[in-house]
């Protein structure tokens, strides 16, 4: 009953609140705005902003050019470039390079305004960036560093979900390439340039473009979006296992179990590269020339037998359990049902995957466990294709004994029929 008396009270203590809005102009739409129609008719980079500005997630949100730019968005439209470009309606023209990230945080850093927009709205982008190599330098006057619209482009800005958008997973390496590949702007900071093709040949590159898989990573998911940073040692595990959760924890049972630290034994990006992250090979186990295993451990050291024998296990887990597949698929085709066996042969392959993450445990007998009950499953496969084929051979006896029968049956059928028709003819 209260409630609705209080707005109307409200507005008398507000002198000219009723008096004010019938007078007061209609905000033109951002897009008919003077800016934008005078701009129109500009040529060059005067003219891009207004043409970029339909599809920009600030006009569609309401916003105009004059909202970052200050000014008069309905003088000018005479021509009166001052009436518009008006300091007194915080008209600021063109920001210089090295402020842009003030000038964006201006609103993108006020929760208030911010969440009128997006009650979730992030505002936390300048905070940041200000941790980011690219921010420090920034702050600290560097104008060759990466600032706002480096990264989403200043008019035509997408939402960060629009498949174009310069910071859309599938453009993320293309949009830091343009600075990283660059070998002269890297040159000033001895940095070296090719993560952008590394990252390109890696396993995570080919699932995120080829299989359009969005849960593999681009730059920002290892680096920061806007802290930016190359992890350190002690965080990539961590980066890494954001992702990689039981190969990036599985060391932790073996030192609380065994009392040491393996620490040193598990820095991803020491076995498989940070941005050329390829497909692992089961040479890296082992202890030949492309173990990841014996620059550490040496023969007789509990490591380097470890090694050896994951690597033993692994070849002869794949080897045979290739051999049962194939073999189960020559039975298949030769007309065999072995649907059973090779459900069962299943076990072998997710065996096979669980020792190659068991094998980021550093624990021989937790290793073995999985790769022993692999090679089992695989050895039954094996036999179940032998035994298949066996019963195949023992089918075609059969059938070559069967036709030979029949063949007799006939050839003395027809000679009957001879007789039979000589003896009716006389
Ligand atoms: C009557 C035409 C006209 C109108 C209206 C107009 N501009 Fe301009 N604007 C220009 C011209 C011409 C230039 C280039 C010459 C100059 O910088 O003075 C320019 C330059 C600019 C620049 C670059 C300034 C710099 O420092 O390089 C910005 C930013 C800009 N306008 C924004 C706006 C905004 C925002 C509005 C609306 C509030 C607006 N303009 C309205 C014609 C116009
Ligand atoms: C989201 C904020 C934002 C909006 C909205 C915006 N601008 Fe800009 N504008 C910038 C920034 C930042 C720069 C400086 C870019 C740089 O130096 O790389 C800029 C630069 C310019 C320039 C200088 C030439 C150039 O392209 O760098 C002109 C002209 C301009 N803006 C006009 C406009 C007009 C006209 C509109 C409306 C159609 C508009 N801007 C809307 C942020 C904005
Ligand atoms: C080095 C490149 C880079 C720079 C510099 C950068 N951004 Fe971003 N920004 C990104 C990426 C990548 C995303 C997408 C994040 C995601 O999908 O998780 C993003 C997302 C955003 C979003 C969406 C909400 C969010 O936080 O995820 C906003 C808003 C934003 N950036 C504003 C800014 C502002 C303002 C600045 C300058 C202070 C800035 N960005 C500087 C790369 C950058
Ligand atoms: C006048 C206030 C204002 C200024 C200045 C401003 N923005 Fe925005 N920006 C917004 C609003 C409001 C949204 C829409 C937020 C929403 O609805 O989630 C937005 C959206 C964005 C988005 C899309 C976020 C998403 O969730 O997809 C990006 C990226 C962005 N702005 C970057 C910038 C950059 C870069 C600058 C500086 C060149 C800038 N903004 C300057 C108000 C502003
Ligand atoms: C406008 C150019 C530019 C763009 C775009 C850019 N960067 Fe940078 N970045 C730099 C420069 C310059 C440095 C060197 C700063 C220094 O070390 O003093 C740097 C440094 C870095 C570093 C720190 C390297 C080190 O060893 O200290 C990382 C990590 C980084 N950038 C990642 C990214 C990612 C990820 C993207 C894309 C999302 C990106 N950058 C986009 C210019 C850029
Ligand atoms: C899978 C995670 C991951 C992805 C994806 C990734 N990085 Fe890195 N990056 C790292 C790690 C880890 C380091 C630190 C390496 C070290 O200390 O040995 C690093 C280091 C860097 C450095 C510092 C210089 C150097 O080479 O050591 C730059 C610059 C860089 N990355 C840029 C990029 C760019 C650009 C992309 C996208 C094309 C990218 N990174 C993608 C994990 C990643
Ligand atoms: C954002 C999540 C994410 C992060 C972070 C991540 N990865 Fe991956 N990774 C994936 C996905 C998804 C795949 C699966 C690609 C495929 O096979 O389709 C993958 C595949 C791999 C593979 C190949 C696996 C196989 O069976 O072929 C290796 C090795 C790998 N990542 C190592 C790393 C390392 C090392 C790091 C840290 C430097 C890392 N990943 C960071 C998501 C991530
Ligand atoms: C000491 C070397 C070494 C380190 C350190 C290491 N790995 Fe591995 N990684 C291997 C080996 C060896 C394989 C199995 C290769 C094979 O037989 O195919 C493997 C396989 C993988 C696979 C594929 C497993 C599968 O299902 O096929 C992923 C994913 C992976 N590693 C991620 C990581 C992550 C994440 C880290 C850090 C937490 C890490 N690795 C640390 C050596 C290492
Ligand atoms: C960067 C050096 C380094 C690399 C590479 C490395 N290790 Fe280790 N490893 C260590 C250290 C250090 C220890 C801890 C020694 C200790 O405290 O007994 C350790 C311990 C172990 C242990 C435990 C031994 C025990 O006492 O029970 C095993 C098993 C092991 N490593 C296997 C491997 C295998 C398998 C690989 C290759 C996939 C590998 N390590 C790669 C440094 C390394």
């Known amino acids: 009953m209260r409630r609705p008396a209080i707005l109307p009270a409200l507005l008398l203590l507000v002198p000219g609140a009723f008096a004010?809005?019938?007078?007061?102009?209609?905000?033109?739409?951002?897009?008919?705005?003077?800016?934008?129609t005078c701009h129109k008719d500009l040529d060059g980079e005067l003219q891009q902003p207004a043409v970029m500005a339909a599809e920009d997630i600030h006009f569609l949100k309401g916003l105009g050019c004059n909202d970052c730019h200050g000014g008069n968005p309905q003088a000018g439209a005479?021509?009166?470039?001052?009436?518009?470009?008006?300091?007194?309606?915080?008209?600021?023209?063109?920001p210089h390079r090295?402020?842009?990230?003030?000038?964006?945080?201006?609103?993108?850093?006020?929760?208030?305004?911010?969440?009128?927009?997006?009650?979730?709205?992030?505002?936390?982008?300048?905070?940041?960036?200000?941790?980011?190599?690219?921010?420090?330098?920034?702050?600290?006057?560097?104008?060759?560093?990466?600032?706002?619209?480096?990264?989403?482009?200043?008019?035509?800005?997408?939402?960060?979900?629009?498949?174009?958008?310069?910071?859309?997973?599938?453009?993320?390496?293309?949009t830091c390439a343009r600075c990283h590949n660059d070998a002269a702007l890297m040159g000033h900071y001895f940095i070296e340039i090719g993560q952008v093709d590394a990252y390109k040949k890696s396993v995570h590159a080919r699932a995120l473009y080829d299989k359009g898989d969005m849960s593999a990573p681009t730059c920002n998911d290892c680096h920061g979006s806007?802290?930016?940073?190359?992890?350190?040692?002690?965080?990539?595990?961590?980066?890494?296992?954001?992702?990689?959760t039981r190969e990036a924890t599985l060391f932790r049972?073996?030192?609380a179990k065994k009392g040491i630290d393996l620490s040193a034994c598990?820095?991803?990006?020491?076995?498989?590269?940070?941005?050329?992250?390829?497909?692992?090979?089961?040479?890296?186990?082992?202890?030949?020339?492309?173990s990841t295993c014996t620059a550490c451990h040496a023969a007789g050291e509990p490591g380097y037998q470890a090694a050896k024998e994951m690597g033993e296990d692994v070849v002869r887990l794949t080897g045979t359990l290739r051999e049962a597949t194939e073999l189960l698929d020559r039975a298949e085709q030769a007309g065999m049902a072995v649907g059973p066996d090779r459900f069962a042969l299943k076990k072998a392959g997710d065996q096979l995957v669980e020792s190659k993450v068991l094998a980021h445990g550093f624990d021989l007998g937790r290793f073995k466990e999985a790769s022993t009950e692999g090679i089992k499953a695989a050895e039954a496969g094996l036999t179940a294709g032998h035994r298949a084929f066996a019963e195949l051979r023992f089918?075609?006896?059969?059938?070559?004994?069967?036709?030979?029968?029949?063949?007799?049956?006939?050839?003395?059928?027809?000679?009957?029929?001879?007789?039979?028709?000589?003896?009716?003819?006389?």
């Not at 005479?78 to 063109?94: E, F, Q, T, V, Y």
């Not at 040479?283 to 492309?290: A, E, P, T």
């Open 266 to 290: 598990i820095q991803c990006v020491m076995c498989h590269s940070n941005h050329a992250v390829l497909p692992p090979t089961d040479d890296m186990l082992g202890v030949g020339d492309k």
């Open 20 to 36: 004010a809005e019938p007078t007061k102009p209609a905000k033109p739409p951002a897009l008919e705005s003077s800016c934008v």
């Open 98 to 174: 090295k402020d842009i990230p003030v000038f964006c945080a201006k609103c993108h850093a006020d929760a208030a305004f911010m969440k009128r927009f997006d009650p979730k709205a992030r505002v936390d982008q300048l905070q940041e960036y200000r941790t980011s190599v690219h921010g420090k330098k920034n702050a600290a006057g560097d104008e060759r560093v990466a600032v706002c619209v480096d990264c989403h482009g200043v008019h035509g800005i997408r939402a960060v979900k629009d498949p174009r958008a310069k910071v859309y997973p599938a453009n993320v390496a293309d």
């Open 253 to 255: 049972d073996t030192e």
């Open 395 to 426: 089918r075609r006896k059969g059938l070559a004994l069967s036709l030979i029968v029949i063949a007799a049956v006939i050839a003395g059928l027809a000679f009957k029929v001879r007789q039979i028709e000589r003896g009716g003819g006389r």
């Open 226 to 244: 806007h802290g930016a940073v190359p992890p350190g040692v002690e965080s990539i595990a961590g980066v890494c296992g954001t992702c990689h």
């Open 78 to 94: 005479d021509g009166d470039l001052d009436a518009a470009h008006d300091p007194k309606k915080g008209w600021s023209g063109r």
